[in-house]
């Protein structure tokens, strides 16, 4: 089957986060937006045949998981990832995010330190403090274009006292895939320092490169002992709405810790059309993922050719993963205001701000690619634009 992703869909009315609010966060109902991770692109067939079979119904009761559900997601895994998930290993959850909460609950006390690292997706920062634990920083190091773990800096906050982390895999922003030998050398150091893992790998699916995105708690056995694996079929199909996603824990004391806080804070269960949209999801529409990850690699390479070739004071950093563009723009020598002001004022265009992901990110942008080409070459030129006649 063939899909069309250059054909533009008005989400405009919609009740959409993303182009609904263009008025009242950046003050201009025309900006167009680029920025929080949803796609404006429809789901696969199966997805929407399913869900509009399941409106049909007219009663959304309380839903259960079946096997069926279960074994979407193991096969899944197993075929896409060489990772074989045990069903009773899965938990639940109404959002990746609430399930780091949980996890971070669980796993550390109030006040203790919490790895991250910097420049990163900004709920991890909220999910830390909010929680009454410390952000510790482990700030990634950009060298020769692409995102490095530092391991000396690591180190030191593990010998400091920090007992877990918060990996991305892949990485958001910067859309680093990161290979096995960098995970492994992760790895040792928790290992070493009795470091728990929280890894949240929302973005698994979403791999442009010509290179694999390895499970953590693949590594080895001792290692998915101390993970805990965040997973969704949200940002792969573009169905964050549903509020399906679901953790994965092989430690049996672990697991239980967890699912006893999920009952706690009465965050578990699943939604109505979540579990027949995820059997969809991962049963039938490997092929439009395929056409997807196409269509997003073609963007991608619009982007960073236009950039290059149109606005040199821009630097884009190539993504191995995930459908976000991560855009060195110091060289415009803007604050946070004047680049917010530079794109939702002048270029009436929506991006991230990178300051949000912490002040590594400053004087970056993020561009979200998961829309119809003629929609992103609209929001460059516009950005183009202003840049030339502020300059
Ligand atoms: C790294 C990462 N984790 C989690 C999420 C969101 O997860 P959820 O909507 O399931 O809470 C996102 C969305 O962009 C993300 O980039």
Redesign the pocket.
């Known amino acids: 089957m063939t899909y069309q992703f250059d054909e533009q869909f008005e989400r405009k009315g919609t009740l959409s986060l993303k182009w609904d609010q263009a008025e009242s966060l950046f003050g201009d109902p025309d900006v167009l937006p680029l920025w929080v991770?949803d796609m404006d692109f429809r789901c696969p067939p199966a997805i929407i045949e399913t869900v509009k079979q399941r409106a049909e119904l007219g009663m959304y009761g309380y839903t259960i998981r079946t096997h069926e559900y279960l074994d979407a997601i193991t096969s899944w895994f197993s075929r896409r990832h060489h990772w074989q998930i045990q069903p009773e290993w899965l938990t639940d959850t109404p959002?990746?995010?609430?399930a780091l909460g949980v996890a971070i609950q669980v796993l550390s006390e109030p006040g203790d330190q919490v790895i991250l690292q910097s420049p990163v997706?900004n709920?991890f920062y909220d999910v830390i403090r909010k929680n009454g634990r410390q952000v510790a920083q482990n700030p990634l190091v950009l060298r020769n274009g692409r995102y490095e773990m530092d391991y000396e800096q690591l180190e030191s906050l593990m010998r400091d006292g920090a007992k877990l982390l918060l990996l991305?895999s892949p990485h958001?922003p910067g859309g680093r895939v990161w290979d096995r030998e960098e995970l492994e050398h992760l790895g040792r150091l928790c290992e070493q320092y009795d470091v728990r893992v929280i890894s949240?790998e929302?973005?698994c699916d979403l791999i442009l490169a010509d290179k694999k995105h390895i499970p953590f708690a693949t590594l080895s056995e001792t290692i998915a002992e101390r993970t805990v694996t965040c997973l969704?079929p949200?940002?792969t199909f573009n169905m964050?709405g549903l509020n399906s996603?679901f953790t994965c824990i092989s430690n049996p004391e672990m697991k239980r810790l967890f699912d006893e806080q999920v009952q706690t804070l009465a965050v578990g269960g699943v939604s109505f059309f979540g579990p027949p949209a995820t059997i969809a999801a991962y049963n039938e529409s490997e092929d439009w993922l395929e056409a997807l990850l196409n269509y997003v690699r073609g963007n991608m390479e619009y982007a960073i050719s236009f950039i290059k070739d149109q606005m040199p004071m821009l630097n884009p950093i190539v993504s191995e993963g995930t459908y976000l563009l991560w855009v060195d723009c110091r060289k415009l020598g803007l604050n946070t205001d004047a680049l917010k002001q530079l794109m939702y004022q002048e270029a009436k265009i929506a991006f991230n701000e990178g300051s949000l992901y912490g002040e590594q990110g400053t004087g970056f942008l993020r561009i979200n690619l998961a829309c119809p080409r003629p929609l992103l070459s609209k929001a460059l030129d516009q950005f183009k634009g202003a840049i030339e006649r502020m300059l």
């Open positions: 991770a959002g990746v995010v609430p997706y709920p991305c958001n949240d929302i973005h969704a949200s940002k964050p996603s």
